[in-house]
């Protein structure tokens, strides 16, 4: 199973985007990056997953170079509610989630 | 869509009393099923993995007869905590995944709203 390394915190100002980068230098061919967000006593929730390159919704936009040995999630101008601690998790989507220790972002006004 | 339900959102019991939870896929059919718990400040750690019509398969370090947990349909799965104790005191988390979309995010896991559950 490929080991995720996020920064265990980060700070931001409100209205500014934020990137959180996670490495993963034993990801596997077969491995999909996923990314969840969860706020305090609440179920992690879904915020994006790709394979490689970029991908983007509404919300944020998930980069991943050639390599796939890390990814960056890219969140565009966060606002206070985007408070929150954020996981990268790694896997062949057929398998369980391990969890890392995730991104804690605390959002200042 | 893919949304995941949890019953009870909290629960108190006394000590040595079991509890049941539920998790429950309202919108699509999950063939598989996995709980997880979370202690405060920390991540959340995965206890099991649940498929529908067969036995659950336990991490290391999880108790099977302590933690009992049923699979019986495609859109439900129960956990037990039997015999509950303080230290079982946690947020109890359920994840499902959806294998009944088009395309590779079919195979994503959507989560609950979690289970606070308190043992006096």
């Known amino acids: 199973l490929a080991k995720t390394t996020q920064p265990i915190s980060m700070d931001s100002y409100e209205g500014q985007e934020v990137n959180i980068t996670c490495s993963h230098n034993?990801?596997?061919?077969?491995?999909?990056i996923t990314w969840y967000q969860q706020f305090p006593s609440q179920g992690p929730r879904f915020i994006i997953q790709?394979?490689?390159t970029k991908v983007t919704n509404e919300v944020a936009s998930l980069f991943i170079p050639a390599d796939r040995k890390s990814s960056t999630l890219s969140l565009p101008r966060v606002s206070l509610s985007d408070t929150a601690v954020y996981y990268c998790l790694v896997g062949d989507l057929g398998n369980q989630f391990y969890f890392g220790t995730g991104t804690s972002l605390t959002v200042i006004p | 869509g893919a949304v995941v339900s949890q019953h009870p959102s909290w629960v108190i019991c006394k000590s040595g009393t079991s509890v049941k939870i539920e998790c429950r896929s309202l919108d699509f059919q999950a063939t598989t099923m996995f709980w997880y718990r979370q202690f405060p400040k920390q991540s959340l750690m995965l206890m099991a993995t649940?498929?529908?019509?067969?036995?659950?398969?336990?991490e290391q370090g999880v108790e099977k007869d302590k933690f009992l947990i049923n699979h019986a349909s495609l859109t439900l799965s129960t956990l037990t905590v039997t015999s509950a104790h303080p230290e079982d005191s946690s947020f109890y988390i359920c994840?499902?995944?959806?294998?009944?979309?088009?395309?590779?995010?079919?195979?994503?896991?959507?989560f609950g709203p979690g289970t606070r559950l308190l043992v006096l």
């Open positions: 790709g394979y490689k």
């Open positions: 649940s498929n529908e019509g067969s036995k659950a398969t336990y």
């Open positions: 994840s499902a995944r959806d294998r009944g979309r088009a395309g590779w995010l079919q195979e994503t896991q959507y």
């Open positions: 034993n990801i596997a061919t077969n491995d999909y």
